[in-house]
């Protein structure tokens, strides 16, 4: 693929994510809701409804951070320069993130037992692990970089 090709992918990926970011701060100022509403068709949720509440905005928040984070990256990515130590940081709180939606979505395991759930916490402990491991790839990457560019 050529440059201008990744370019655009670039620019459509960071157009969803920005999407995401306000549809996600949406849907968690929604929730109380919309929440009620699911209640209506699974009794869990109408049962459950503020421990459910508190829950799901709990993970709504960290899932919106995680974004947030992606966008951040992506900047850099735009600007060229991808390879810096805020996207280390960056990798690193996304691991914090995702560990922390699988931590909150094993408490749900409490109240309710779904497939979907452990689903989640899996999904997220392997996002959580990939995140962790590929900050220390770019930390390495920044210390090369930096040490090349003191080279030169």
């Not at 969803?16 to 109380?32: K, N, S, W």
């Not at 709990?58 to 850099?76: D, N």
């Not at 094993?106 to 491991?133: C, D, E, N, W, Y």
């Amino acid at each position: 693929m050529d440059h201008k090709n990744q370019l655009n992918v670039t620019k459509i990926t960071k157009g969803i994510l920005d999407f995401m970011f306000y549809a996600g701060i949406l849907v968690c100022l929604t929730l109380p809701v919309s929440l009620r509403f699911v209640g209506a068709y699974f009794p869990h949720y109408a049962i459950f409804y503020i421990p459910m509440l508190i829950l799901f905005l709990i993970s709504g928040i960290f899932a919106i951070l995680i974004i947030w984070e992606l966008r951040s990256m992506f900047r850099t990515v735009l600007n060229g320069d991808c390879f810096v130590k805020e996207n280390v940081r960056s990798l690193k709180r996304m691991g914090n993130d995702s560990f922390c939606i699988a931590a909150v979505s094993a408490v749900r395991l409490l109240i309710v037992i779904t497939p979907a759930t452990l689903v989640i916490i899996l999904v997220f402990i392997i996002a959580g692990l990939f995140s962790k491991v590929l900050s220390n790839v770019f930390d390495q990457a920044v210390t090369y970089k930096l040490e090349n560019d003191l080279t030169i």
